[in-house]
């Protein structure tokens, strides 16, 4: 069984930065691939960035150059730094693992961008 526990969260002016952590429970998390996704209201979910077991990442063109995904296999977690954060990047922010085609999501964590 997979467990992710996403933290990180909360409230920030336009141009701040947070960094979200996502912490994965169960075995083989080096070889799988870990994704940061995230849904607005009234939204779908969409990719934010993505990460692979060997390192390799790709993001939504709108967080290019702005967020960095990032992973410390050690430690089963997978991190999101975002920099100048925007309104439009407010959502729910959603951890994903995705394990030999076998996927697991987390809770969530919100993210609230204000002027």
């Known amino acids: 069984q997979v467990q992710l526990m996403e933290s990180g969260g909360g409230s920030v002016q336009t141009g701040g930065s947070l960094r979200l952590s996502c912490a994965a429970s169960?075995?083989?998390?080096?070889?799988?691939?870990m994704g940061w996704y995230r849904q607005a209201p009234g939204k779908q979910r969409d990719l934010v960035a993505r990460?692979?077991?060997?390192?390799?990442?790709n993001y939504a063109d709108s967080v290019k150059g702005r967020f960095t995904i990032s992973r410390d296999n050690a430690k089963n977690t997978v991190y999101l730094q975002m920099n100048s954060l925007k309104l439009e990047d407010t959502a729910v922010y959603y951890c994903?693992?995705?394990?030999?085609?076998?996927?697991?999501w987390g809770q969530g964590t919100q993210v609230t961008v204000s002027s």
């Open positions: 994903q693992l995705d394990r030999l085609g076998n996927v697991y």
């Open positions: 169960g075995r083989f998390f080096s070889i799988s691939t």
């Open positions: 990460i692979t077991g060997s390192g390799t990442s």
